[in-house]
């Protein structure tokens, strides 16, 4: 079955970094885009960044150009989001996501927090 696993959130201070990764199993991961969304209490969870499966084509939202990197390596089925100057504004759960075969897929989330 689909199992995505997010790992590497945290405590951060503002201006600091993370990198959060994904490990999928349970498809092709080679053949499908791969998605990082955040969401914070009482909103709706959020697209923030995208990495397509064919033209390696990369989204991100405007709030996150020029400090978010998403990458993929698709020896070891994992995604990943390198988050650079940090804003309290990104505290959120991050969640890794699939659309595979009409079905969204989710990991657990996990929470990032910018604070001083």
């Known amino acids: 079955q689909v199992q995505l696993v997010e790992s590497g959130g945290g405590l951060v201070q503002p201006g600091g970094s993370l990198r959060l990764s994904c490990a999928a199993s349970?498809?092709?991961?080679?053949?499908?885009?791969m998605n990082w969304y955040r969401q914070t209490p009482g909103k709706e969870r959020e697209l923030v960044a995208a990495?397509?499966?064919?033209?390696?084509?990369?989204y991100y939202t405007d709030s996150v150009k020029g400090r978010f990197t998403i990458s993929r390596d698709n020896a070891k089925n994992t995604v990943y989001l390198q988050m650079n100057n940090l804003k309290p504004m990104d505290t959120a759960v991050y969640y890794c996501?699939?659309?595979?075969?009409?079905?969204?897929?989710w990991g657990q989330g996990t929470q990032v927090t910018v604070t001083a």
């Open positions: 990495f397509t499966s064919t033209a390696g084509s990369t």
């Open positions: 996501n699939a659309f595979i075969d009409t079905k969204n897929y």
């Open positions: 349970g498809f092709t991961f080679s053949r499908y885009t």
